[in-house]
Structure formats: structure tokens, C-alpha cells
């Protein structure tokens, strides 16, 4: 049996914060607002693996009023997400993945990435497509007030 997740994840620059994406600290003036590491990456493909087992959100299993999550690394929520799965029987058959920014340019960071995030999940390279993309300089992301990311998620009854 198979299940399909899709998760989309959108967090603000702001000055005075690390860009970390993927589980990898991206050189830049700015990082993203959020109560925790504002992964936009690993928060989109964490809620397309809890969507593809009908299971709550990100937001529901780690909430930001809990301040055990101030500022966590976002690869520790992810483990804990992929062990959860493996609990239920799954295992991640593959993840397509977009970060949407404007600046700075994803593409010299992708393969680190997927280096990172490859050895948590336990899946090889060839398992995960990770693609970045710009908005055209419109809306938001476009003019460099915010970076998102969606992810689907194929998981396999083992």
C-alpha cells in the first residue's frame, strides 16, 4: 500500500537569524522568523510525511507555545517524524521538493542538502529531488521578504 503527502511551509526574512534550509546553514544578510530554526524545507517535507498517514501537522505535533521547541534544529523534529513513520509500517519510497526564493541562489547548497538530509531519513540521493525556483521578483518571495518551500511525499506499506 501507498500514501501521498503534500506539505508547504513559508516563513519571513528577518535580520539577525541564521538561514539554515535543509538542514544547512546558506550564506546570506538575513534568516528566517520562526519559533524554531524556520526550516521552510524540512517543515514542508515534515508535514508531507504526517499528511501522507493522516496524521496532524507540524504545528500540532511541535507547537510554537512550547518552549521546548525555541529555536530547535529542525533535523531533530524531522528524525523524530521519520521514526514515527517507521513505527506505523511506512518507509519514504521518494520526496520532490521546491524552495521558492528570490535570493540568495539555492542551487550551490542543494547537494549538501541532500547529503543531510539523505542520511536521516535513510534513503539514497537518487530518492530525493530537491529543486529551487524564484518567484519572478512578485509577491513576497519575490521581493525578498520571505522563502518557502512545498514537498510530496510517497510512503510504502513495509
Known amino acids: 500500500m501507498y500514501r ?8 519571513k526574512l ?6 539554515i534550509i535543509g538542514g544547512v546553514k546558506i550564506t546570506h544578510e538575513k534568516g528566517l ?3 524554531s530554526d524556520a526550516d521552510v524545507l524540512i517543515h514542508a517535507i515534515i508535514d508531507a510525511m504526517l499528511g501522507a498517514l493522516a496524521l ?15 529555536n530547535i534544529d529542525s533535523t531533530i523534529l ?3 517524524v521519520y521514526e514515527l513513520i517507521q513505527t506505523k ?3 519514504i519510497e521518494n520526496i520532490d521538493s521546491n524552495i521558492i526564493a528570490q535570493r540568495p541562489k539555492m542551487m550551490p547548497y542543494i547537494p549538501k542538502m541532500k547529503e543531510t538530509l539523505c542520511q536521516i531519513l535513510n ?15 512578485m509577491d513576497a518571495v519575490g521581493q525578498e521578504q520571505a522563502i518557502q518551500a512545498n514537498a510530496s511525499v510517497l510512503l510504502k506499506k513495509i
Open 4 to 11: 501521498i503527502g503534500l506539505g508547504y511551509d513559508i516563513h
Open 14 to 19: 528577518t535580520e539577525g537569524r541564521d538561514l
Open 33 to 35: 522568523l520562526g519559533h
Open 56 to 70: 496532524a501537522d507540524i504545528g500540532t505535533l511541535f507547537p510554537d507555545t512550547d518552549p521546548k521547541y525555541k
Open 78 to 80: 524531522l528524525k523524530h
Open 89 to 91: 509500517g511506512y518507509a
Open 123 to 137: 534513503i539514497e540521493e537518487d530518492r530525493l529531488s530537491i529543486k529551487a525556483k524564484t518567484n519572478e521578483k
